[in-house]
């Protein structure tokens, strides 16, 4: 069964703080590989999008790697801002199918 | 702003009522995705049309149902309501139909009944 998990479920960490979300995935065969942001209430908006050759691509403060042999991707958020409170959504898609999501990470950046 | 439009922002009805919600693409997007979210639940994948056609169904109840139009706004009809359908409906578009490219969701349509 194609699966995208995360983890953790929720974190809470300081303002200025760097954190790291992870996911994992079974989707194959694999095609690319996006991370998003969703605001409370608000339609997610696309940090990253990954194919296959990608190793590593940036925006801003945010960061997404991705290891296609195990099956993994992280997202790396550098010097959180109250901002970045949102949950964080990984989303994997097979070649010409529909989007698998995951259950996205909560996170709370505190003052 | 994704440039989806989506109305209306907010709905309350009744159990057993029908409803229409629509949805607008960016300019130059074919495909349109309609997905639904349950409070504190992630995105569920409904139905996806790519320029009027339906490309591919996901965990849509006989109760509900959508259609593209020509001018590739599209509606998504639910009917026969109960509580359970309160949640955040969400649209989106993409340039192509085969997930390789980027999709633009909208703000999204509160549905509750009551």
């Known amino acids: 069964k194609n699966q995208v998990e995360q983890s953790p479920q929720s974190l809470i960490i300081l303002e200025g703080k760097n954190c790291t979300l992870q996911?994992?995935?079974?989707?194959?065969?694999?095609?690319?590989l996006r991370w998003y942001k969703q605001d409370t209430g608000r339609g997610p908006v696309s940090l990253t999008i990954?194919?296959?050759?990608?190793n590593t691509k940036s925006n801003g403060r945010y960061t997404a790697t991705l290891d296609a042999d195990t099956k993994q991707s992280s997202l790396h958020i550098t010097a959180s801002q109250l901002s970045d409170s949102a949950s964080y959504i990984c989303?994997?898609?097979?070649?010409?199918?529909?989007?698998?999501f995951g259950t996205g990470t909560r996170l709370t950046i505190i003052p | 702003d994704s440039g989806v439009t989506q109305t209306p922002k907010h709905l309350i009805t009744a159990t057993g009522q029908r409803v229409t919600l629509r949805c607008s693409p960016r300019?130059?997007?074919?495909?349109v995705y309609w997905y639904q979210q349950s409070l504190d639940q992630g995105l569920q994948f409904l139905i996806q049309y790519y320029n009027g056609e339906e490309r591919a169904k996901g965990n849509i109840l006989e109760r509900f149902s959508a259609q593209q139009f020509p001018d590739l706004h599209s509606e998504l009809n639910l009917s026969s309501l109960e509580l359970g359908d309160s949640a955040l409906y969400f649209c989106?578009?993409?340039?192509?139909?085969?997930?390789?490219?980027?999709?633009?969701f909208g703000p999204g349509t509160r549905l509750t009944v009551t």
């Open positions: 989106a578009s993409s340039v192509d139909g085969t997930g390789d490219y980027e999709q633009y």
């Open positions: 990954m194919t296959f050759s990608e």
């Open positions: 996911c994992n995935y079974t989707v194959s065969p694999f095609s690319n």
């Open positions: 300019s130059g997007d074919l495909s």
């Open positions: 989303v994997v898609s097979r070649r010409g199918e529909k989007l698998t």
